[in-house]
């Protein structure tokens, strides 16, 4: 279960993920997103629009 830094339901000691591992992590299929502290809105955002990037 990935959480967001200040969610009151991240296991204690918990290690901080940046951006691009956390997005690494979320693209697992296995991966679950609290949805109780918005990281799965935002992170489910952040993925999506990455869909719209392409090389040109």
């Given at each position: 279960?990935?959480?967001?830094?200040?969610?009151n339901k991240r296991?204690?000691?918990?290690?901080?993920?940046?951006?691009?591992?956390?997005?690494?992590?979320?693209?697992?299929?296995?991966?679950?997103?609290?949805?109780?502290?918005?990281?799965?809105?935002?992170l489910t955002?952040?993925l999506?629009?990455?869909d719209?990037i392409?090389?040109?």
């Open positions: 279960m990935l959480h967001a830094p200040d969610c296991p204690e000691g918990a290690p901080l993920l940046d951006v691009q591992r956390a997005l690494d992590v979320a693209e697992n299929p296995r991966t679950r997103l609290c949805t109780l502290c918005g990281c799965a809105q935002e955002l952040l999506s629009g990455l719209y392409t090389d040109s």
